[in-house]
């Protein structure tokens, strides 16, 4: 089993539409979670980081955790086309040794 | 600007043949890091280095090689003996603390021919 699993997708909604993207995870030692986007052919830029349960909001992105289910996920709302990317989840240990990245959710949003 | 950059974007590799990829920062981080990514595997850590002259092996460091003789480089050397080369190669760096954020380079495809 993998520690850290993510639907890869394809995920297509049309544009304005909220996406919910999700990450489940097996070890209760992952402290820190964050979102990754990557755009095809690039490297995956940081998107949103949280430590504790609860919702964290940057604009229409919305990082929720949920520590007692071992679940996390990433909400967009109003997508738009530039939304289109693959988003990968990354999870910490406690003893922050390493990151631990899902293998990630290509997400398009159709005009 | 300051940056990671990799090179070079494209990389064909005759079977039997070993190649290096190139990675360099200006960002002044300790920590870098060596990814390859696969469809539908996300990023598996190869090889990291958080100071000079040091490194340590990742999840998948076998048929890979590092050096850090410099803080500013993190070359990768992908030996014949790697079963199964062709991927994207991703290099990052961070100030040395995983929990902290972590720069991407754009990356190395690499294709065995």
């Known amino acids: 089993q993998k520690e850290v699993e993510q639907d890869p997708g394809p995920l297509s909604v049309p544009e304005g539409a909220i996406v919910s993207l999700n990450c489940t995870y097996s070890?209760?030692?992952?402290?820190?979670f964050m979102w990754y986007r990557q755009y095809s052919r690039k490297g995956p830029e940081l998107l949103m980081y949280t430590y504790s349960s609860g919702n964290k909001e940057d604009g229409r992105f919305t990082a929720q955790v949920d520590k007692s289910s071992k679940y996390i996920s990433l909400f967009i709302r109003d997508s738009q086309p530039s939304d289109s990317a693959t988003y990968l989840c990354?999870?910490?240990?406690?003893?922050?040794?390493?990151?631990?990245f899902g293998s990630g959710t290509r997400l398009s949003i159709r005009p | 600007d300051g940056g990671i950059t990799q090179s070079p974007k494209y990389l064909f590799r005759k079977e039997g043949q070993n190649v290096t990829l190139s990675c360099e920062q200006n960002?002044?981080?300790?920590?870098m890091y060596w990814y390859r990514q696969d469809p539908g595997q996300g990023l598996r850590l190869i090889y990291y280095s958080q100071i000079v002259n040091d490194f340590q092996k990742g999840d998948i460091a076998e048929g890979y090689s590092v050096s850090r003789e410099k803080k500013e480089s993190f070359p990768l050397t992908v030996t014949s003996a790697q079963k199964n080369p062709t991927a994207f190669y991703l290099c990052a760096s961070n100030i040395g603390d995983p929990r902290a954020e972590a720069f991407f380079g754009q990356g190395t495809r690499l294709t065995v021919v």
């Open positions: 990354a999870m910490v240990y406690s003893s922050a040794s390493k990151i631990i």
């Open positions: 070890n209760s030692a992952f402290q820190y």
């Open positions: 960002l002044n981080h300790d920590a």
